[in-house]
Nanobody, 125 residues
C-alpha cells in the first residue's frame, strides 16, 4: 500500500482553475495507476480520472472531459489534476487513490488499495 497525500484544494469562482496534487510515498509508487475521485455533499464518491503508471494512458469521466487534465511526475512521486472552467457542480472533496496494477480500468484504478485523506474544492461566487 502507498501513503497518499492530496493538496491544492480551495475556494475558486466559477470559471476559475485549480491544480490538485497527490504525493505518494512507499515502495514502488511509480508502478501503479493512480486516480482521482470526488464526493459531493449527499452524494456517492465518483471516479473522475485515472492515469497509468508511466503516464501513457489517461481516462476521464464524461463530466470532466475537456476541462480536467491528469498528469504525473514519477521523479516527484506526484500525480496532478489540473482543473479549468470550474463549475459549481465540481464542488466536492477530492481524493486520490492507487490501485494494484499499472493500468486503469476505465477512469478508475484497478483493485484500489490506498486512499488519500481528501482535499476540499469549493466552486462558488
Amino acid at each position: 500500500q502507498l501513503h497518499l497525500v492530496e493538496s491544492g484544494g480551495g475556494l475558486v469562482q466559477p470559471g476559475g482553475s485549480l491544480r490538485l496534487s497527490c504525493t505518494a510515498s512507499g515502495f514502488g509508487s511509480d508502478y501503479y495507476a493512480i486516480g482521482w475521485f470526488r464526493q459531493a455533499p449527499g452524494k456517492e464518491r465518483e471516479g473522475v480520472s485515472c492515469i497509468s503508471s508511466r503516464g501513457a494512458v489517461t481516462n476521464y469521466a464524461d463530466s470532466v472531459k475537456g476541462r480536467f487534465t491528469i498528469s504525473r511526475d514519477n521523479a516527484k512521486n506526484t500525480v496532478y489534476l489540473q482543473m479549468i472552467s470550474l463549475k459549481s457542480e465540481d464542488t466536492a472533496v477530492y481524493y486520490c487513490a492507487a490501485g494494484g496494477y499499472a493500468y486503469c480500468s476505465g477512469y478508475v484504478p484497478r483493485d484500489i488499495n490506498s486512499w488519500g485523506q481528501g482535499t476540499q474544492v469549493i466552486v462558488s461566487s
